[in-house]
Structures are given as structure tokens and as C-alpha cells.
């Protein structure tokens, strides 16, 4: 059988055993190509039947595979059949010997959408991490951006630069949700030694992910863990406790006897030896916790900096909010602080073993990492090429060049 390209096909459901399986065919011939192998139980051959038309029939011979066929365009038909994988490697290979070539399914799509906006969400959907990730998705899959820019561009053939410019920075406004669909915001709570940010994780989190101990200094690697906060997804880094320069290497004095002499007993020097060992040992894993803490800090989206609000305010805790000016700053283990504290400025207070002030935490971290969320059907563009592309189209509006802007959303909307 020959045509004027391939026909693809591919398996569009996951691989393994399920109770359906979904396969998709496109191609010059496609529709021939199915008539020799897929028997209608109506009779009616599949030429005839109208888009969106879903019939019911057998693959084979008479006593072959039940399958529902799907006529989903020209030449472009879905299979439903059963999901074990001997039935879909079976319709497969009778295809493939049939000249159809079977490819992965993200192929298939690459090469069947003509559309870069609509298939680039196709292609990120199956990794969406939330339900409200994928409901964004799905509106650029029902093609939101698409039909943004070509509204943009009837704006700027109107000569209507002011709402261009407003509607394109709009888009832009959404750039980081949508680079973030598919992976999660990154969220690093920082702060002093046992200032509580292990339980504070483990309370977001519902479970005990950090391990909490009351001596300073217990977390020294970095802990992650997932979650979603108001239907966002978040990963949440335990770190390290960050000390003030001057007090992350103590000097650490020999023993010495009420008179002063320095106590010399065999014993004692490999008492002395194996302190300074474990001592050197110790201090080596608290400086690499706290480096890889200032590199977590630098690559976040969020820092949640946490204080102790059991004591008074201190001159490291100012240090620390000058050196970490653009954060979010709390005072836990509310739950113990004195009675009349006046020092602590203010700020947002939680507990971890309460619960207190945990619901307004999360939704804070939400607000800023998602100041303006996207409306349902609005446009966000979801790869750095897009956002890119818009970017250049209202630096030439920026710059007066209307006609340039003209043949760029031209080239970018295809």
C-alpha cells in the first residue's frame, strides 16, 4: 500500500496492563488501511463515516479482537481496545506489517499537530503535578495562547499599540506559572540551629519527613520533599542552620587543671585526640550543611526565614535579615514564648507543635510565589522559547516597530 507519507501509529495510554487501551493511526492512508483489518459491526465502511462518528466492531478475522474505532478527522482514528499489552502489541504489529510505522506517542503528536502552542501543552500535560497545573494546560491545549496572540496581532494591525503592549505584558505576567506546570516551585526555609524549620516542614507536610532532635546543628544535608499549597506544587528544602561568619568555626581551648597546668596523662591525650577528631569531624559536616544551605538559598523561588520566638530578638537575627532582605520571615515556637516579650518585631508566628498561624504560612508562601494567579482560559506561555517570543514582539511594540511586531506574530502563531 502506498500514499504520499507514512502512517503513523502509536499507543497513546501508558504502557502495562489496563483495562483500556488507546491507539492512535494517522496518515495519507490511514483510513484504507484500517478498512483491511477493522470490520464494523454495522456494515458501514469506515470511508463513509463523518468525523467524530465512534463505531463498534472486530479486528481480524470473525472471531477476532473486539475494538471501538473513532473517526477522528481525515485519515486519523483512535482504536479502543482491551489494555492488556498482548492485544495492543498484536493490533501493533498487524499494522506495522501492513506498512504503518509505530512510533512513541510523543512523535506521533509532534508530527501530527501542526500547532507549536497546542502540542508543546499536550506534550507537558502528562506531566502536570497538580490538578490546577493541568487545568492550565488544558486551556492552552484548547488553545488560549493561540488565540491571545492572534487577538494581539489584530490589535496591532489596528494600530492599537497601548492595548498590544498591555495584553502582551498580561501574558508575560503568567511566565513563571507556566514554567513551573511541570516542576515545582522551590521553597528553602533557612534560618538559625534549632529554630524549629524541621518541625515547621513536617507540620506543612501533615507527616514527619525531617528529623527533629533539640540539639543545634541536627539537620547538616539537604532534605526535600513535594507537596502543594493552594493547588500549586511546591518543594520544600530543610536545611542547614545558618550561624553568623564570625561564630561558624569555635575555637575549641585544650583542658586544663584548677591551677592551669595542662593535664598530660596518656589517657587523657588520646581523650584530647579523639575530641579533636570528632570535634574537627563535626565542624567539617556543619560548614558543608551550611554551604550547600547558601547555594539552596540562592537557586530558591522563596526563602522562608525562621526565627526563634522562645527568646529575645538577638543581633544575629538583624544580621541575618540584612543579609536576607527578599524572604519571608516568621517567628516559630510561638507556643513558648514569655509572657511579655516586647523585643521580637513583628511578623508572622507559627508552631509547630500547635499548629498555630500554619494555614496563613501556607497561604502566604502561595501569594508570593503566585501573586497573580491565572484566571481560567487565560494565556500562559509554558517554554522559555515562547516566553521569549513574546517578549520580542512587545520589545519591538516598545520600540515603535509595528511591523515588525507584525511579522513576528506571524512567524510565531504559523
Known sequence: MSGAGPVLAARLTPAGRGAVATIAVKGPYATRLLATQFRPVAGSPLA???????????WGSSSGEEVVACACGPDHWELHCHGGPVVVEMILDTLARHGCRVVEWVEFLRSSMPNSFRREALL????ALTGRTAAVLLDQCEGALQD???NVLALVRAADL????????GILAHAAVGRHLTRPWRVVLAGQPNVGKSSLINALLGYRRSIVFDAPGTTRDIVRTATALDGWP??????????????EFEVRQPHTDHSGALLVTEEKRRQDAQETRQSGLDDE????GIRLTRNKLAAADLVVLV??????WTHENTRLMETYPATLPLLNKCDLCPAGETSQPAMLRTSAVTGSGLARLADEIAARLVPRPPRSGAAVPLTQSQINAVGQVLESITHAKPRQAIKQLGELIG
Not at 463513509?48 to 472486530?58: A, D
Not at 507537558?124 to 506531566?127: E, H, K, N
Not at 497601548?162 to 505584558?169: F, G, I, P, Y
Open 285 to 288: 559536616l556543619e560548614t558543608a
Open 124 to 127: 507537558a500535560l502528562p506531566g
Open 234 to 247: 511546591v518543594e520544600l528544602t530543610d536545611t542547614a542552620g545558618l550561624r553568623d561568619t564570625a561564630a
Open 307 to 312: 526565627f526563634d520566638a522562645s527568646g529575645p
Open 148 to 150: 491571545a496572540l492572534t
Open 162 to 169: 497601548v492595548a498590544v503592549s498591555e495584553q502582551l505584558r
Open 48 to 58: 463513509t463515516l463523518p468525523s467524530g462518528r465512534i463505531v463498534f466492531g472486530h
